[in-house]
């Protein structure tokens, strides 16, 4: 059975508990608008240190880890309220496309590197006498007029080939007319 000094203490200190909730909840939007004015970064744990409130508590009102969450997407007002200044995304799409960059930076130095490499080896291979980029050219062209003979060559053989293979099958086709012209008897 319970006293009515019983029941009035508990309802006391349930309204204690209300008025915590209450001022820890206002703490909480203060810091939330706060941050949002100055610009920082908002995060669930940035905003419990600034309200002074645990995370926990945050997590239990899901009301106030919503506001927090809707502020963090929006991008924040620079000092003065000029305007969006950055937003998450948009720094990690910043950071992205620096990377993209990067990656092609990278790939063109990399590209004329070799090219450099192979001029100043080029450079080095005419000034200590070995032979020269004239000779190179000169022995290139008479490859490819040498290769291009020899593809004439080889085309004019398979033609005498097959003139030849003609004559030798019209050679015996008359061995075999005159053959059958001796095997025939005469009169």
């Not at 000094?5 to 706060?34: E, S």
């Not at 963090?72 to 000092?79: F, K, S």
């Not at 062209?141 to 080889?154: C, D, G, P």
Request: avoid cysteine.
């Amino acid at each position: 059975m319970t006293t009515p000094t019983h029941d009035h203490a508990v309802q006391a200190m349930l309204a204690g508990r209300r008025a915590d909730t209450g001022r820890r909840r206002g703490r909480v939007i203060a810091a939330l608008n706060q941050a949002a004015r100055d610009g920082s970064d908002i995060t669930v744990s940035q905003i419990a240190r600034l309200a002074g409130v645990d995370r926990t508590f945050l997590y239990r009102h899901r009301d106030l880890l919503a506001q927090i969450h809707a502020h963090a997407a929006e991008p924040a007002t620079t000092a003065g309220g000029r305007g969006p200044a950055v937003s998450r995304a948009s720094l990690q799409a910043d950071l992205l496309a620096a990377d993209a960059r990067n990656a092609r930076l990278a790939a063109q130095v990399r590209q004329l590197e070799k090219r450099l490499s192979e001029a100043l080896g080029e450079q080095v291979y005419r000034q200590a006498g070995i032979g020269g980029g004239d000779d190179i050219d000169q022995l290139k062209a008479r490859i490819t007029t040498l290769e291009q003979r020899n593809v004439e060559l080889q085309l004019q053989l398979a033609d005498r080939d097959d003139e030849l293979e003609a004559a030798r099958a019209a050679n015996r086709e008359l061995m075999a007319q005159l053959n059958r012209g001796r095997d025939t008897p005469t009169s």
